[in-house]
């Protein structure tokens, strides 16, 4: 069974990614995490069928899933490569404007080096490229004590030095 990092610890994966879905009868058995697009067109038979999940592409629009976003146990936010960053919005968004509680997962092209940073956007959940090992990775989540921007803390780091730079709580 495939692994991921999931509430900062690894975790047997029994969701299956549906990367191209043109019909619900043509997924596999077991909970499935399908395209935004087969999402929008077959809501009401995959609800019906139970255990979905979405994923949203870089160009979806967290909005559009706002409403459905309570009854989805899981939704992922897509990286298709390293370098595009506009799913760490879709996270926020979906975690701070849209109040989504559920499994917030990040797929696709995900590394190491972005695992702190994704969970800082609400992320709780990783399936890293191939060839990532995750006991590894899982230290990532720790690599700083403290961050700069105000998405851990109330006030941010910058706000926080005193008259001398110094540090005040």
Known sequence: M???????????????????AAAVDALPAGPVIVPFGLWRTER????ARGSVGVWLAPSDD???????AAQLPVIAVDFPQ?????GYS?????????GYSG????????????????????????????GHPLDAALASLSDFADG??????????????????????
């Open 90 to 98: 879709t996270g926020r968004l979906l975690r701070e404007r849209f």
């Open 103 to 130: 499994e917030l997962r990040a797929i696709g092209d995900v590394h190491r080096d972005q695992l702190y940073y994704l969970s800082q956007c609400g992320f709780d959940a990783f399936a890293l490229a191939n």
């Open 44 to 47: 009401a038979a995959l609800l």
């Open 2 to 20: 495939p692994q991921l990092i999931k509430n900062a610890a690894v975790s047997d994966d029994a969701w299956t990614v549906v990367r191209d």
């Open 82 to 86: 390293f370098t595009d960053g506009r």
């Open 62 to 68: 967290p909005a559009a899933i706002a409403d459905d």
């Open 148 to 169: 700069y921007q105000l998405t851990n803390r109330r006030t941010p780091w910058f706000r926080r030095r005193g008259p001398n730079h110094a540090v005040v709580e």
